[in-house]
């Protein structure tokens, strides 16, 4: 299979089906520095947006997917960060509409959309899914560690503006985190927070795959559950707490375990040598900590996984 620059997957995922990802900035570049990311630690926190990989270069391998019979169900801007950074992020969603039928997808955390040529460029996509984990400026500073000049009241008054202006369909997840922003206070204030923004569909997640730092435990589903019916519109449970898998993941995952059978590796190791994009690599390692079969780290900052034991590791190497 071609490995692609800017593209990876088709990732199989819950919310998505099979989704095909594109990465516009380099890892890690984001206007947050979430406690919860699973991609680490943010590197380059800015907000200046720029061309930050070549578009010709991400149309191009577009172009090829497509053309080559490439099928998913999605195609996704996503990746090492905020892809809405990107100067021209609204082209590459123009180019996969004129250029193929799949529905696309921006993931972005929404800081943003207080301008209007990005709320434009992001009006092009079939979905926006905004994402929301504080009730107040205290919570988002400590949750969501933002750009200083970013404040909690110019989040969403920017996903409120988007709203009015978007007729596509806006997705908001919110992030619950045990102990965190889990009190009946701030949940009160993250349901009428979003109520405010009108989102057609609103998600809850917790953190089901390894988070950046080390403190951040997942809120148990059913504490999730009970807090759905709080919101409105009700919200839907998207963490993947479920063991189901696909045959594609499977693989992925028992190819994880055998490299994690012959030497601990970070996440970065197991991206680079099998290819994966680190969403993807955060993804499995979140189901192989569940299930119990790899240790979570201690140290959470670029940590190294190993295997609970070669009993649990059994795995085939055919
Ligand atoms: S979770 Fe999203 S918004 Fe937060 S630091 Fe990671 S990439 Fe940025």
Same mark, same amino acid.
């Given at each position: 299979? /071609? /490995?692609?620059?800017?593209?990876?997957?088709?990732?199989?995922?819950?919310?998505?089906?099979?989704?095909?990802?594109?990465? %516009?900035?380099?890892? /890690?570049?984001?206007?947050?520095?979430?406690?919860?990311?699973?991609?680490?630690?943010?590197?380059? =926190?800015?907000?200046?947006?720029?061309? @930050?990989?070549?578009?010709?270069?991400?149309?191009?391998?577009?172009?090829?997917?497509?053309?080559?019979?490439?099928?998913?169900?999605?195609?996704?801007?996503?990746?090492?960060?905020?892809?809405?950074?990107?100067?021209?992020?609204?082209?590459?969603?123009?180019?996969?509409?004129?250029?193929?039928?799949?529905?696309?997808?921006?993931?972005?955390?929404?800081?943003?959309?207080?301008?209007?040529?990005? #709320?434009?460029?992001?009006?092009?996509?079939?979905?926006? =899914?905004?994402?929301?984990?504080?009730?107040?400026?205290?919570?988002?500073?400590?949750?969501?560690?933002?750009?200083?000049? %970013?404040?909690?009241? !110019?989040?969403?008054?920017? +996903?409120?503006?988007?709203?009015?202006?978007?007729?596509?369909?806006?997705?908001?997840?919110?992030? +619950?985190?045990?102990?965190? *922003?889990?009190?009946?206070?701030?949940?009160?204030?993250?349901?009428?927070?979003? #109520?405010?923004?009108?989102?057609?569909?609103?998600?809850? *997640?917790?953190?089901?795959?390894?988070?950046?730092?080390?403190?951040?435990?997942?809120?148990?589903?059913?504490? %999730?559950?009970?807090?759905?019916?709080?919101?409105?519109?009700?919200a839907e449970i998207i963490a993947e707490f479920s063991s189901d898998i696909t045959s594609a993941s499977k693989a992925n995952e028992e190819t994880i375990l055998a490299m994690l059978q012959r030497r601990p590796c970070t996440e970065k190791d197991i991206s680079d040598a099998l290819g994966l994009h680190l969403n993807e690599v955060a993804k499995y390692l979140g189901k192989l900590q569940?299930? !119990?079969?790899?240790?979570?780290?201690?140290?959470?900052?670029?940590?190294? @996984?190993?295997?609970?034991? *070669?009993?649990?590791?059994?795995?085939? #190497?055919?």
């Amino acid at each position: 299979m /071609k /490995k692609y620059k800017h593209l990876f997957g088709p990732v199989p995922s819950r919310r998505f089906g099979r989704s095909l990802g594109i990465d %516009l900035t380099p890892y /890690k570049t984001c206007s947050f520095d979430c406690i919860f990311c699973q991609l680490g630690r943010t590197t380059t =926190k800015t907000l200046e947006r720029r061309d @930050y990989v070549p578009i010709k270069e991400v149309t191009g391998e577009l172009d090829e997917w497509i053309h080559s019979g490439g099928e998913a169900d999605y195609i996704t801007l996503s990746g090492s960060g905020e892809p809405t950074l990107h100067a021209r992020f609204g082209e590459v969603i123009e180019f996969v509409r004129a250029a193929s039928s799949i529905p696309v997808v921006l993931l972005t955390n929404g800081s943003a959309l207080g301008i209007p040529e990005v #709320r434009a460029a992001a009006a092009k996509a079939d979905v926006v =899914k905004v994402s929301l984990s504080a009730g107040d400026e205290a919570s988002f500073n400590y949750i969501n560690r933002p750009h200083p000049a %970013l404040n909690l009241a !110019g989040l969403i008054a920017g +996903m409120q503006t988007f709203r009015q202006e978007f007729d596509g369909r806006l997705w908001l997840e919110i992030f +619950m985190i045990w102990g965190v *922003n889990s009190t009946q206070k701030e949940v009160a204030q993250l349901a009428e927070w979003a #109520r405010s923004v009108h989102p057609d569909r609103i998600q809850l *997640n917790t953190a089901v795959r390894p988070p950046a730092e080390g403190f951040v435990r997942p809120m148990p589903r059913q504490k %999730l559950q009970s807090l759905t019916v709080g919101f409105d519109p009700p919200a839907e449970i998207i963490a993947e707490f479920s063991s189901d898998i696909t045959s594609a993941s499977k693989a992925n995952e028992e190819t994880i375990l055998a490299m994690l059978q012959r030497r601990p590796c970070t996440e970065k190791d197991i991206s680079d040598a099998l290819g994966l994009h680190l969403n993807e690599v955060a993804k499995y390692l979140g189901k192989l900590q569940r299930t !119990g079969r790899i240790e979570t780290p201690a140290i959470r900052h670029n940590p190294y @996984y190993i295997c609970r034991s *070669n009993d649990i590791c059994s795995v085939s #190497r055919n």
